[in-house]
């Protein structure tokens, strides 16, 4: 078993737009002008994350919302915050 650890915080660049098309969303990061796509999990992580950005809450709730392992849930959710971060469009606190 991989043991990934998520950082404590994330916190939502001030620069990123954030919207919500059906079940997904679209996120414009207004330095690069560039789009990003998430499908609806990626859109509720994003969603729960931008709420406060305990990583931890968000584990506990996304694990009341979907039929997953917390193991799978915490590699996905580690995934996205490590893409969201390379592309600026996150910060992390651990």
Do not use: H
């Not at 690069?32 to 729960?48: K, N, P, T």
């Not at 390379?86 to 910060?91: E, G, I």
């Amino acid at each position: 078993m991989e043991n990934l650890i998520l950082p404590k915080t994330v916190k939502i660049s001030d620069n990123v737009l954030f919207q919500q098309i059906n079940n997904e969303c679209v996120l414009l990061d207004m330095d690069s002008e560039q789009y990003f796509g998430l499908d609806d999990v990626g859109a509720r992580m994003w969603q729960v994350l931008s709420e406060n950005g305990d990583t931890e809450q968000a584990v506990t709730l996304l694990l009341l919302e979907y039929d997953i392992d917390e193991i799978t849930l915490r590699k996905d959710l580690f995934n996205l915050i490590s893409e969201l971060g390379n592309v600026k469009l996150v910060s992390v606190e651990n």
